[in-house]
C-alpha cells in the first residue's frame, strides 16, 4: 500500500471531537474499574509451594530460586525464548527493551529478572548487545520452566517468599503478556493502532501480518 493510497480518520469540528472523545472516555473509565476489580481478585488467588531445589546461572555463578530475590519478598520472572545455539525471540527482545530502572519495583520490595534455556555464554553476549541490565539467568537445564507450565514459548510467573519457602501465585502468557509491554499499548492509542491483520480496523488502514515488522531494535535501520 502507497502511502497515497493510505487512508485517515474523518475530520470533525472540536466541538463534535470532544463529543466522541467524551462517549469514548465512559467506555475508557468502565474498563479501568474492570481491570481494578481484576488486580483486586488476582491479590486473592491462592498460591503453591515449590520445593524443588532449582540451581540456576548467572554472571556471579550458581543461583537457587531463592537468590533470585536478591533479598525482596516478591519476584517476578520473565520466562524469555531463548534456546540453546538458537536466535533470541525477537517479541521477548522488544519485551525487555520496554523493561527500566528496577529500582521503582525494588521499592515494593519485588524484584525482576529474565530466565532462558540458553546457556550463560549464549545469554551474555546478547544481552550485552542490547545495553540490558536486567538479571537475567540460565536454567541452565533444570526444570523450573516446564514446571511454571512454559515449554518452548514465553510467559511472567511471580513468586512470593516467605523466609525460605518460594510459592508461585500468578501466571500468565501470550496476550496476557502483550499488555504488558510499553510500545505496543502506546501503539494501541495511535489511529493506526499496531497494523497488523488481525486488528479491527477501518478498511484503507495500514496493516501487515502479525510479527512480520519486529526487528531486534538496532536492526531497524539497517539496509
Same mark, same amino acid.
Given at each position: !500500500? ?27 473509565? #468502565?474498563?479501568?474499574? %474492570?481491570?481494578? %476489580? ?12 515449590? #520445593? ?5 546461572? @548467572?554472571?556471579? @555463578?550458581?543461583?537457587?530460586?531463592? &537468590? ?12 524469555? !525464548? ?24 525494588? $521499592? ?7 530466565? $532462558?534455556?540458553?546457556?550463560? %555464554? ?39 517468599? &516467605? #523466609? ?9 502468557? &501470550?496476550? @496476557? $503478556? ?31 501480518? %502479525? ?7 538496532? #536492526?531497524?535501520?539497517?539496509?
Amino acid at each position: !500500500m502507497t502511502q497515497s493510497q493510505i487512508k485517515m480518520p474523518r475530520i470533525v469540528s472540536e466541538e463534535e471531537w470532544n463529543k466522541e472523545r467524551e462517549k469514548l472516555l465512559v467506555k475508557e473509565k #468502565e474498563c479501568t474499574r %474492570a481491570l481494578d %476489580a481484576l488486580a483486586a481478585e488476582r491479590r486473592r488467588l491462592p498460591m503453591v509451594h515449590f #520445593e524443588k531445589n532449582y540451581v540456576f546461572e @548467572g554472571p556471579n @555463578g550458581p543461583a537457587s530460586l531463592i &537468590d533470585l530475590f536478591d533479598g525482596h519478598r516478591q519476584l517476578i520472572v520473565y520466562h524469555f !525464548m531463548m534456546q540453546p545455539d538458537s536466535k533470541p525471540c525477537v517479541g521477548c527482545s522488544s519485551f525487555v527493551d520496554n523493561i527500566g530502572h528496577l529500582e521503582h519495583l525494588h $521499592a515494593r520490595n519485588t524484584n525482576f529478572v529474565l530466565v $532462558a534455556p540458553a546457556p550463560l %555464554a549464549q545469554i551474555e553476549p546478547f544481552k550485552k548487545r542490547m545495553g540490558w541490565t536486567v538479571p537475567w539467568y540460565s536454567l541452565n537445564g533444570n526444570e523450573f520452566n516446564s514446571d511454571c507450565g512454559v515449554s518452548t514459548g514465553f510467559g511472567l510467573s511471580v513468586f512470593l517468599r &516467605d #523466609e525460605n519457602h518460594v510459592y508461585r501465585t500468578y501466571f500468565t502468557k &501470550d496476550r @496476557g $503478556a502483550d499488555r504488558l509491554s510499553f510500545d505496543t499499548n502506546l501503539l494501541d492509542l495511535t489511529p493506526y493502532g499496531r497494523q497488523e491483520t488481525w486488528e479491527d480496523s477501518p478498511e484503507g488502514w495500514p496493516q501487515t501480518p %502479525a510479527y512480520v515488522w519486529w526487528r531486534y531494535r538496532d #536492526e531497524y535501520n539497517r539496509t
